[in-house]
């Protein structure tokens, strides 16, 4: 891209101007070339009111990149008018966006005029204001995020983390201790009542050996080999049957 | 050798070859294993455990890789085999726990089962504190998108927290969120509610797992034993579908054979094998105890020992094709990093750097315009920097798995069953420790005998969840860190010391030799008479002696989460203070000492009672 100094491009308008006959068309060709020249004199790197815009879109879409061209600069422009619009409520159009230093990265500066008065510039702040408030429709345009369309300088408002109402942890925590709680008190029930199946059995086992005492008491008049039941033989009885 | 010691009435104490058949085909009310399963099973799961997952893969890759597996594995069956073989022995066939058997060959040895009793206490409550985190981010599993994956906001929504924004959202959610660390062990900063929840349900879910001893514990096993290896095959599978996997095990793999002269590879294997088979926690003699009287624990013994061997192994493979993945994804994002920031800064097309050409490209811009390129601070993507940075122990688990965890489509899944896993693996281990509380605790007479089991589990563990109260403080990790580097180093080792002297030397080789023939049926060969005799001991002293030198050399420190300090995000070495001393003393000195501190004691009352009759 040729760059001209100011001068050298006044100079050569001048020129270009002056070969004309006609007096009117020199005065419009001027007044256009001066008002381009100041437009230029507005947008500058580092200027104080702008902003300097980078796009990533390859990175962002791969195999279905667009191509950057003047359509898209122009839907970005008219995308900020649009903004703008929203933001300040005045008539913004898009030859109030004015846009330079397009490199081949993708990315350029650009400045907001003032649709009142086009020498003006809009401040920084109303302009970030409004990128921020439609930094979703914005990005949507161009179908890029907030990392691959970079307004440099403008941070991002970032979406607080989703937190549900009760802590998921919790109810996992409350299953679990549920069926563990469950299953020791299930655990000591069975054992309790197994005592008492136990306790039940030797209650009956001992009326039958009272009953055969007092049968074997009465019976000591009669016959005397009967004798008391005597309980330490059974437990040899046990031993050897092995 | 025939040196034995002299040790009357030993065969008075223990019980005789006639007794222990009869007692075979009796219904006894000591408990059984339901079958030869359940008994492997549960000493498979005691063995492996979390430090199987993260501990190994950390020391192979620090010492040399492929190196360090070959001695390991050597000394696993130098050192590991003989032990485990003795302590199998030895409680199947006195037919007690711990402290029994010690009690059983002499009275003088009780220390010894005391000394396990309190090194499984110990290990136990540190040890759920682990499964209490495991189970904090196991329930956080359960959302999408994972909780560890975001940063909150600062103040004004502009921008993060500063202290996630400098670390890493992993980081932030271990030492913030869920631990939310103090900067020191002395500044307790009151208790952490969710960990105290957590440890509640570690407790309660260990308590009804062992509620009736091994019936319980032996049926959970199934579970808790086989699950890992289930999910460690699933994620190898995963894991070798990754990017970068393959850059992992070559890095794990890679033998430096200049690591094999130094002394602390040496170290470090001998006591990762002590670990790795849970030797002098008194849970193995216990859990042998519960064998028919005829069972080849010989064979258990070389099973085992083949089963942790590889096991470490494939662990150790599944965990660096995690962290190859994990580096590959961090050295490409730090590539395509610098590349925006060289395209940025002299707005050049974006195509025209790629990873391809990056190299190239940076030369030459380099070379044409250095001072803007050094203006830029781009940082040079390392990727050996990056594998090496396989974090160790709560580290690795917490923060490196979790943030490759999130790179996986459908990461819940993945993050739910890696922390199943390590649950299950933790759980099991817990199993033998327990035992190893509880049965000498019944030996010792400590609890009334009419208790049921049921009472005894509970009470044990509400006690261990009030003691384990300390971990839940915000300087938690600190504590745990400590209760892992010296209550499980030290006294294991001189208790495993003390166990293979007092079988070998007061019991008797020839007795024991006999034993063994009697239960298994042959004698075992000259392989295990030579290691009992002289290696294992000689092994087992050697890193004793290297591992207190090294120790009493270096000043104490440990490493803190500290936002203020310069090393952040890094963590920061600090000195510990003086009174930790006394600490250490507690945690590492007193099961070491009980040994001869028990016989001493003993050996005065005697002396008094013969002196008063």
Not at chain 2, 159 to 184: I, K
Not at chain 2, 380 to 395: A, R, W, Y
Request: one cysteine or more; proline letters at 5%.
């Amino acid at each position: 891209m040729l760059r001209f100094s100011l001068s050298e491009l006044l100079q050569l308008l001048k020129n270009f101007c002056f070969s004309f006959s006609g007096k009117m068309l020199e005065k419009i060709l001027i007044l256009l070339c001066l008002t381009s020249a100041a437009a230029g004199q507005l947008c500058k790197p580092d200027a104080s009111d702008g902003y300097k815009v980078r796009l990533s879109i390859k990175t962002a879409l791969g195999d279905q990149a667009y191509l950057w061209d003047e359509k898209e600069m122009f839907l970005f422009r008219s995308t900020m008018a649009y903004a703008m619009r929203g933001q300040l409520n005045q008539q913004f159009d898009v030859s109030n966006i004015i846009v330079c230093e397009e490199t081949a990265r993708v990315s350029f500066w650009f400045v907001v005029t003032s649709p009142l008065n086009t020498s003006n510039l809009v401040d920084k702040k109303s302009v970030e204001e409004a990128v921020r408030k439609h930094r979703n429709r914005i990005n949507s345009a161009f179908l890029l995020t907030d990392e691959t369309l970079e307004f440099e300088g403008i941070p991002r408002t970032l979406e607080a983390p989703f937190t549900p109402d009760t802590p998921p942890w919790l109810i996992v925590f409350g299953v679990v201790m549920g069926a563990v709680v469950a299953g020791i008190i299930v655990f000591i029930g069975f054992s309790v009542v197994q005592k008492k199946r136990k306790k039940n059995k030797k209650t009956p086992e001992d009326e039958d050996s009272e009953e055969e005492e007092s049968r074997g008491k009465t019976m000591e008049n009669g016959a005397a080999n009967e004798g008391v039941y005597n309980m330490s033989f059974t437990d040899e009885e046990r031993f050897t049957r092995i | 050798m025939r040196f034995v010691l002299a040790n009357p009435g030993l065969d008075n104490r223990i019980p005789s070859y006639k007794d222990l058949e009869r007692t075979e085909e009796e219904a006894g009310d000591r408990p059984k294993w339901d079958n030869k399963a359940q008994y492997i099973l549960t000493c498979v799961g005691f063995c492996i455990g979390i430090g199987n997952v993260w501990r190994f893969p950390y020391l192979c890759q620090s010492h040399g890789g492929g190196a360090f597996i070959i001695l390991y594995l050597i000394l696993l069956v130098l050192e590991g085999m003989p032990l485990l073989l003795l302590e199998f022995a030895i409680g199947q066939r006195l037919r007690k726990g711990s402290v029994g058997v010690w009690r059983s060959i002499n009275p003088y040895l009780t220390g010894i089962g005391i000394g396990s009793m309190l090194v499984s206490l110990l290990i136990g409550l540190y040890y759920n504190t682990l499964i209490a985190w495991i189970m904090w981010y196991l329930f956080n599993s359960f959302q999408n998108p994972l909780p560890w994956s975001q940063c909150p906001l600062n103040d004004n929504g502009t921008g993060f927290v500063p202290e996630c924004q400098r670390s890493s959202t992993m980081d932030y959610y271990f030492y913030r969120v869920t631990l939310n660390s103090s900067t020191s062990i002395a500044e307790s900063g009151g208790i952490h509610w969710p960990i105290v929840v957590c440890l509640l349900a570690a407790w309660t879910v260990i308590c009804i797992c062992y509620i009736r001893g091994i019936s319980t514990s032996g049926k959970a096993v199934y579970v808790t034993a086989i699950l890992p290896y289930i999910v460690l095959t699933i994620f190898l599978i995963r894991g070798l579908t990754l990017k970068g996997a393959l850059s992992g095990i070559i890095y794990l793999f890679t033998p430096d054979i200049n690591e094999l002269t130094k002394p602390t590879t040496w170290l470090d294997a001998g006591a990762q094998v002590f670990y790795a088979f849970s030797l002098a926690w008194g849970g193995l003699i216990s859990f042998s105890s519960y064998n028919p009287i005829h069972n080849n624990c010989m064979q258990d013994a070389m099973i085992l020992t083949a089963i942790t061997g590889f096991t470490s192994i494939f662990s150790a493979v599944v965990t660096y094709t995690v962290i190859g993945f994990r580096a590959t994804e961090n050295y490409d994002s730090c590539i395509s990093d610098n590349i925006l920031t060289l395209l940025n800064a002299f707005d050049l097309p974006e195509d025209s750097i790629t990873t391809s050409n990056y190299e190239a490209a940076f030369h030459h811009l380099n070379s044409s315009n250095p001072d803007i390129v050094f203006g830029l601070g781009i940082k040079p993507c390392d990727m050996q920097k990056l594998l090496s940075e396989g974090v160790e122990g709560t580290g690795l688990a917490f923060i490196v798995f979790t943030e490759a965890i999130m790179e996986m489509p459908g990461s819940p899944a993945w993050s739910v069953l890696f922390f199943v896993m390590l649950f299950c693996l933790g759980i099991s281990t817990l199993f033998g420790n327990i035992e190893g509380v509880v049965v000498p605790l019944k030996d010792l007479k400590m609890l009334p005998k009419k208790w049921p089991q049921e009472a005894i589990t509970g009470v044990t563990c509400f006690i261990a969840f009030i003691i384990s109260l300390l971990f839940a403080q915000h300087s938690g990790i600190y504590w745990v860190t400590l209760f892992d580097n010296f209550a499980g180093s030290v006294p294991l080792l001189t208790i495993g010391f003390f166990e293979m002297i007092a079988v070998v030397y007061i019991y008797g080789i020839d007795r024991f030799n006999e034993d063994v023939k009697f239960m298994i049926g042959y004698k075992p060969s000259i392989f295990w008479q030579v290691s009992w005799r002289f290696t294992s001991p000689l092994v087992v002293l050697v890193i004793l002696v290297f591992y207190l030198v090294t120790q009493s050399q270096e000043e104490l420190t440990y490493l803190v989460w500290d936002p203020k300090s310069d090393q952040f995000p890094s963590l920061a070495s600090v000195p510990y203070p003086s009174w930790i001393n006394l600490i250490i003393f507690i945690l590492a000195g007193i099961p070491s000492l009980t040994v001869p501190a028990y016989a001493l004691c003993r050996l005065v009352f005697v002396y008094f009672k013969k002196t008063n009759n």
